[in-house]
């Protein structure tokens, strides 16, 4: 095999670099701002983290209670301002009092006369400011009550109360109310491992977790570095991961692209969902992600792909171990539910199988937490339960990605497949001899992959369709001659060569007209690589040893290029060369298949196709034990002396 040239492998990787790189600027951009708080905590609960220090400086606020109570306290212990009267002319003048009292109104005027003297928990003021004591100052009730006098006796107070310069200086200390009650500086211990969250340790933990959510805007250059660096060793490990498993991922755009706007949608919109705190990233169906990636590619690259992304999640989204445990098992068990689904009966039966595993998953996590079932605690389930729903729009959205990205998933290579399909139905009634042989095909090819490793769906369609165009001259392969006359006998071997090659152009019109995806066109192009036509080729040699024309005996390629294109050369040149062999020994068809695959590799069918020369083998030793079984050959037990 030769291995692919430099320049291939650094288009591929310069290709994966610029769509790795607009994926890494726009999931950049949607992390929220600024850290994450990502511990779950409750009242009374048995703290299971390592010791927690403050990793930074934060304010402890006040609750609502708290800042209630010092409002109650302002107004409880209000400043009085008041404004001073001079009355002794105005009581001289207005009251008719005896001689004796007359000379009380100065003493009166002297010590003041309020309506009533404030509490000690008040500090007095004049209106200007000036601090007052009224503790030795009169009241008109007292007055009555010493001197007797009647109980319509009034007199005008000498210090009324301000009530406005009162309420605005009132205001003034409500507005100043601090909403924080200390500093703790970062560092401070704040839990030892094992603890118990008291009150005081809970209060702490809400005022950390707030200041880590209301302080988005303070994204420091070493986090933005941090996220930048994290961002990108996730798509070098991304990268390296399909160089060394995926090639034929990186190999074609198409499927790279797939690939790479189904993981980085994924990663998107889990991203955004965290900046509402109502929703939160737990919420987003990224069990989705993983289906779409099975469907496409594989089981293995679907769970990697799905490891990786909620790797990459976990250090920007709240409620890490929830986030973690939830996701990745949503994950895992989609994959093991939503297998060989093709019937909405099957897909609504294994959504609710899933839904009813990740309930029992929060149920675990809450009881492993001793959380209580709070409506805030709640929502997240029924988020995640409801976002689980979107399987049942599979089936059109695999259609989507079908049509926007022009791959082929399985359930489309199975519809392929059927052999009710028009195409097939149509190659069945008019070259019935092909018909079989593709059949046969496929069921070898289909073999040898389960064997090496490979897309045996994708495998067995292409197999099926390779021969296709046979169908426009049907009468000129031996297989659906059922006289003893050719038409080729009528033809030179020029023509005779022509019409056979012709079937690759006639099968790719075909397959276009029927829209058959360019993955199982593929098939049409390759599976005779750029052979020739050997039987008219010996042929005419024979007649014309001088000749230039022998190029037009050659097919005109490509040559395989997957490892599925080359296994269905092998099948095809088997099936047909085995099927010609009249004394079918086990010894001859053992030769022959030897003989075929030895031929095409001499003249190198397989150069440009991912296939080893360990899996060639295996292949070829595949192919003598089915078409032994096929042909029942006994195998030769030596005599008995």
Do not use: C
């Not at 708290?66 to 109650?72: G, K, S, T, V």
């Not at 209106?127 to 007292?142: C, F, N, P, W």
């Not at 939503?338 to 996590?365: A, C, D, E, N, P």
Request: proline residues 3%; glycine residues 6%.
């Amino acid at each position: 095999m030769k291995a692919p040239n430099w320049f291939k492998i650094s288009e591929q990787w310069i290709y994966f670099s610029l769509i790795a790189a607009l994926s890494s600027v726009l999931i950049y951009l949607s992390i929220p701002n600024g850290a994450h708080f990502n511990y779950t905590y409750r009242l009374g609960q048995i703290w299971l983290e390592g010791d927690l220090y403050s990793p930074q400086d934060f304010v402890l606020p006040k609750s609502n209670q708290e800042l209630a109570a010092d409002r109650e306290f302002l107004i409880e212990t209000k400043d009085y301002y008041f404004d001073y009267h001079y009355r002794l002319d105005e009581w001289s003048n207005s009251l008719d009092l005896d001689s004796a009292l007359q000379l009380q109104l100065k003493s009166w005027q002297k010590r003041g006369l309020v309506a009533n003297i404030p509490s000690s928990k008040h500090r007095l003021f004049l209106a200007d400011g000036v601090r007052l004591d009224l503790s030795s100052s009169l009241t008109l009730e007292a007055l009555k009550a010493q001197y007797g006098l009647p109980d319509d006796f009034m007199l005008l107070p000498t210090y009324t109360l301000n009530t406005a310069k009162t309420d605005s200086a009132l205001q003034a200390k409500l507005d100043l109310i601090p909403e924080n009650k200390g500093m703790i500086t970062q560092g401070t211990l704040l839990l030892k491992q094992g603890a118990t969250i008291t009150q005081q340790k809970y209060e702490l933990l809400r005022a950390l977790e707030f200041s880590f959510t209301g302080s988005k805007g303070e994204y420091s250059l070493r986090s933005r570095f941090g996220t930048g660096l994290y961002i990108l060793l996730i798509f070098i490990g991304l990268g390296y991961f399909l160089r060394l498993h995926y090639a034929h991922v990186l190999a074609h755009s198409s499927s790279l692209n797939l690939y790479m706007f189904t993981f980085g949608i994924g990663i998107l919109i889990a991203l955004l969902l965290e900046n509402f705190t109502a929703i939160r990233a737990l919420s987003v169906p990224l069990l989705l992600v993983p289906v779409i990636i099975r469907s496409f590619f594989s089981d293995r690259l679907a769970l990697f792909t799905h490891t990786i992304m909620i790797v990459a999640l976990v250090p920007f989204v709240s409620a890490t171990v929830q986030f973690l445990s939830v996701q990745f098992f949503a994950g895992l068990i989609t994959l093991f539910f939503i297998r060989g689904i093709y019937k909405r009966s099957q897909l609504v039966q294994s959504t609710l199988k899933i839904m009813f595993v990740l309930l029992l998953i929060h149920v675990s996590i809450h009881l492993i937490r001793e959380s209580d079932w709070t409506s805030q605690s709640v929502l997240p389930v029924i988020y995640s339960l409801g976002g689980t729903l979107i399987l049942l729009f599979i089936f059109p959205l695999i259609y989507f990605f079908e049509r926007s990205f022009g791959v082929v998933s399985d359930l489309t290579l199975l519809e392929l497949s059927d052999t009710n399909n028009p195409l097939l139905k149509k190659l069945s009634k008019e070259a019935p001899g092909t018909f079989q042989h593709t059949m046969q095909v496929a069921n070898l090819a289909e073999f040898a992959t389960e064997l090496v490793g490979g897309n045996t769906l994708l495998v067995r369609t292409g197999a099926l369709y390779h021969d296709i165009g046979k169908v426009v001259n049907s009468q000129y392969f031996t297989e659906n001659q059922s006289s003893t006359n050719s038409p080729h006998e009528e033809l030179s071997y020029l023509e005779s060569a022509e019409i056979i090659i012709s079937h690759i152009n006639d099968g790719i019109e075909l397959a276009k007209k029927h829209k058959l995806p360019d993955i199982v066109i593929d098939f049409i192009r390759t599976h005779h690589g750029t052979s020739r036509v050997e039987y008219f080729y010996r042929k005419f040699k024979e007649d014309h040893p001088d000749s230039n024309q022998f190029d037009q005996f050659q097919y005109p390629g490509p040559k395989p290029f997957s490892k599925e294109t080359a296994i269905v050369m092998m099948s095809d040149a088997v099936e047909a060369s085995t099927r010609s062999i009249k004394d079918k020994t086990e010894q001859n068809l053992s030769e022959m298949i030897d003989k075929v695959i030895g031929h095409q590799l001499a003249t190198g069918q397989f150069d440009n196709a991912s296939i080893t020369m360990k899996e060639i083998n295996t292949i070829r030793d595949a192919f003598k034990r089915f078409i032994r079984g096929v042909y029942h050959v006994r195998i030769s037990y030596p005599e008995v002396d």
